[in-house]
T-cell receptor
């Protein structure tokens, strides 16, 4: 079945560092990918919709200059957390849908646990 | 805008017993898809079951089945013969059928299966 690969799975870095997270669709093309953030014991919160070849669409309250999204190909979207601070520590997870129509579910990456010291 | 409500933050069930997780949603769309996802401690998001709103027949996947009541906007998940491996967070999710749209999640229900 469809697989989405997310890398890295775990990042620990110092405050002020920029961190890039990759999300790849391995066996299908994804014109749209989604980025979610999940706090401990909470639900997934949509951050932005990543569109191949165009600008991402950000949800209200999400800083586009803080969370840079690039979707340069049909199989890769990246999320860069710029100048990360401790409050950016969270679990980030991406998803993509095989755009062949019908009730195709979202396929999720395994997530990235980001810890900013 | 669509909303998904899971009114049970936590539930527990004895191994081999049956448990039902509740989900209600609100939408003005006439056609859409509903999903249940499972998130174990590993935090992977695993699709459990899906339902197309235009189908009256309730979806079933082995020990998992749904009770889809479109008029009531209710989409509950029944887990039969509960197993220890079913222990996880369960999220109900809504997706519009038109366009490539994101999932709208409920707040989740933490299910513990007790030996």
């Amino acid at each position: 079945g469809a697989v989405v690969s997310q890398h890295p799975s775990r990042v620990i870095c110092k405050s002020g560092t920029s961190v890039k997270i990759e999300c790849r669709s391995l066996d299908f093309q994804a014109t749209t990918m989604f980025w979610y953030r999940q706090f401990p014991k909470k639900s997934l919160m949509l951050m932005a919709t990543s569109n191949e070849g165009s600008k991402a669409t950000y949800e209200q309250g999400v800083e586009k200059d803080k969370f840079l999204i690039n979707h340069a190909s049909l199989t890769l979207s990246t999320l860069t957390v710029t100048s990360a601070h401790p409050e950016d520590s969270s679990f980030y997870i991406c998803s993509a849908r095989d755009g062949t129509g019908g009730p195709q579910p979202q396929h999720f990456g395994d997530g990235t646990r980001l810890s900013i010291l | 805008a669509q909303t998904v409500t899971q009114s049970q933050p936590e539930m527990s069930v004895q191994e081999a017993e049956t448990v039902t997780l509740s989900c209600t949603y609100d939408t003005s769309e006439s056609n859409y898809y509903l999903f249940w996802y499972k998130q174990p401690p590993s935090r992977q998001m695993i699709l459990v079951i899906r339902q197309e709103a235009y189908k009256q027949q309730n979806a079933t996947e082995n020990r998992f089945s749904v009770n889809f009541q479109k008029a009531a906007k209710s989409f509950s998940l029944k887990i039969s013969d509960s197993q220890l491996g079913d222990t996880a967070m369960y999220f109900c999710a809504f997706m519009r059928s038109s366009g490539n749209t994101p999932l709208v999640f409920g707040k989740g229900t933490r299910l513990s299966v007790i030996a």
